[in-house]
């Protein structure tokens, strides 16, 4: 049996000079090849402040041995990220000398004194962590983030953020909220977590990685996020990050971006989730309104976007003031089923005077083997008609073998039919079809699904 070897690397460096410029960052490692990993540390720093440190020491310690070897990189120059702030990145590659326990960390004092949920921030040192297990006879790299940070959140209004953590190594992992870390790796004193609602505190949901929050407070407030990885339900690796996030009380945004999230199925937690078929390309559209006509972004990341084969596709397919909309595919193959979830985070933009506001939402794809139940053999899968009770809009899900005329029928109790929605042609594939049902009054129904003239299912609908 292969022995496992925690090792931790250390990323030390110490500047006299007062670092309120630092927002936050992470650092990673990442196996070249055998003990050759490239170390990558990514820094935030508020434009506003003073300069960042245009090179970083990399020592790094066998724990075992308490041997350290210094390797002293550049930054690759200033990125511009979003609202004032730059992003820097320092990458160096290392040669382990053997497998062991290394730590990678980097210290620089001190945080902002303007951040609220710390006792005396300006007597905290900033400081980021790794640990990966370096094994030069198989593969191990630590997690990364495939999110970026978000530095910016409006008042009384609900804050949405996944980092949306991934192994490619295809190791388990598993994520939480943490105490920043300060001089020495030790918890920063006075820490508590950034201030909200009492009905929308400041929420890490453990299944999809989601941070859920409404801010009642203008001001700075900082975060951290661990991110363990595990093989064999053994600890290989852990990586963290560490954010600020500036509270802003803009009275002039009237109407906040929404992702439009209503045809979007749920599971019994109230997670977005939607179940694939492998070999059937599954189709979705996406949407985002802002009621003051601001500009608006839409991207989408996550695993299904970085696969080796069948990767995700999205494109933005109409982007006008305050309207914005895109279309998201992808046909995962016989090789993506597995009972894990695959996450995929849609991310919007606002653009609000000199402000831009994000928000996240994330959906978790599970890709099965497929079934046929319907009657219509050209029909797989369950069908879902949701949601039921509804109200404005009922919405449908289902699965075609090949490409089909579709109907939906709605028929009240006398077998009257009083609502219908028709398409000539759908691709192959999985569908999300909506129908306005506003001019229906209260009372049950019956919904009837008709591919190629053929009915696939009959299913009831209350509508209130």
Not at 121 to 145: C, I, M, Q, W
Not at 183 to 212: C, K, M, Q, R, W
Not at 237 to 243: T, V
Not at 282 to 300: E, R
């Amino acid at each position: 049996m292969k022995k496992l070897v925690l090792f931790v690397l250390s990323l030390f460096f110490i500047s006299t000079s007062d670092a309120t410029h630092l927002m936050g960052g992470q650092i990673t490692a990442s196996q070249i090849s055998g003990l050759q990993y490239e170390i990558k540390m990514t820094l935030y720093r508020d434009t506003t402040g003073i300069p960042i440190a245009t090179s970083a020491d990399f020592i790094i310690t066998d724990l075992a041995t308490s041997t350290q070897q210094i390797l002293n990189v550049p930054h690759s120059g200033a990125q511009s990220f979003i609202n004032g702030v730059e992003l820097y990145d320092y990458i160096g590659t290392f040669t382990f000398p053997a497998a062991g326990q290394y730590s990678i960390t980097r210290q620089e004092c001190c945080r902002n004194g303007a951040i609220l949920n710390m006792s005396a921030p300006l007597s905290e040192s900033l400081h980021l962590r790794s640990v990966v297990t370096v094994d030069g006879g198989s593969a191990n790299s630590t997690p990364v983030f495939l999110n970026p940070p978000v530095t910016l959140a409006q008042k009384n209004s609900l804050y949405v953020y996944n980092p949306l953590p991934f192994d490619a190594d295809g190791d388990s992992i598993a994520w939480s909220m943490e105490i920043p870390l300060g001089a020495g790796g030790d918890t920063v004193v006075g820490y508590s977590l950034p201030h909200g609602s009492s009905l929308n505190p400041f929420t890490l949901n453990n299944l999809n990685g989601e941070i859920t929050w409404m801010p009642d407070s203008n001001g700075h407030w900082e975060a951290s996020f661990l991110v363990e990885e595990f093989r064999g339900g053994v600890k290989t690796g852990e990586i963290r990050r560490d954010m600020q996030i500036i509270v802003v009380d803009d009275t002039t945004n009237w109407f906040p971006m929404v992702i439009n999230t209503s045809s979007w199925p749920q599971d019994a937690m109230g997670n977005f989730s939607i179940n694939l078929q492998p070999n059937t390309p599954f189709f979705m559209n996406i949407q985002a309104t802002q009621g003051d006509n601001d500009q608006m972004d839409l991207i989408v990341q996550g695993e299904p976007m970085i696969q080796v084969s069948n990767p995700a596709q999205f494109v933005v397919t109409s982007n006008t003031p305050g309207l914005i909309e895109g279309s998201f595919n992808w046909t995962p193959s016989a090789q993506h089923a597995r009972t894990a979830p695959y996450l995929l985070t849609v991310r919007a933009f606002e653009y609000h005077n000199n402000y831009v506001f994000t928000s996240d939402r994330t959906i978790m794809f599970r890709v099965g083997s497929a079934t046929s139940i319907a009657e219509n053999e050209n029909v797989l899968s369950a069908t879902q008609v949701y949601p039921n009770p509804a109200s404005q809009d009922v919405f449908v899900s289902f699965n075609i073998k090949s490409s089909s005329s579709f109907s939906m029928q709605i028929y009240d109790l006398s077998g009257r039919l009083v609502n219908e929605r028709s398409e000539r042609h759908l691709p192959a594939g999985t569908h999300l079809i909506d129908q306005n049902i506003e001019s229906l009054s209260t009372g049950y129904y019956m919904v009837k699904l008709i591919v190629d003239n053929k009915a696939s299912e009959t299913l009831p609908l209350i509508i209130k």
